[in-house]
């Protein structure tokens, strides 16, 4: 059985405070397939996606102190850690890349300008904020549905509700959160 969001923050807290193997055991169980499946999908060969699943889960071991619940849910933590790692990874291909090229012009187009990185950074300010102004129930449909990369049918097992009624609760946050964040465009 998947360990529910406040067991998640109570693993995190026990490998922070008190370096808990057991705790990390579940963790990593919990974790790592659902890290190295996102990767995948994300376009990384099974041996890549691998390897960085387990930089994710060292890096969660080594940086859980930096967790702050207040600030993000775990699965979103550890998935922003995984998305983090792989842009590196992808950084540092790219890097090896380039220096077997001969028209240095490409170097650039490798590297986001700062501008670039303000707008990401922005961009999901606008979407913490618009998901934290959601009815709880739809937020935590989006937060299962896209953070934690839950099936619908997952979803509604798990909070007990029906099938439709989680569509529908997507379906009602997606618009939802489309409207808040054009406005703020």
Known sequence: M??????????????????????????????APRVKSFLMRS?????????VTQEVMIALWRKASYFDPAKAGASTWVFTI????QIDRL???????AAN????SDESEMSPSGEDITLVAEREDGVRKALESLPD??????R?????EKPHAEIAQQLGIP?????????LALNRLRTLLDSDI
């Open 2 to 31: 998947s360990p529910s969001a406040e067991e998640l923050i109570g693993l995190i807290d026990a490998v922070a405070r008190k370096q808990d193997r057991n705790a990390f055991a579940r963790l990593f169980g919990y974790f």
């Open 43 to 51: 376009g990384l060969a099974d041996s890549a996606a691998e390897e």
């Open 82 to 85: 995984a998305r983090n790692l």
């Open 101 to 104: 090229v001969l028209d240095p």
């Open 137 to 142: 129930d739809q937020a935590a449909i989006v």
């Open 91 to 97: 950084r540092r291909t790219r890097s090896r890349t």
């Open 144 to 148: 299962l549905s896209f953070f934690a």
């Open 163 to 171: 099938l439709g009624t989680v569509k529908s609760r997507v379906r």
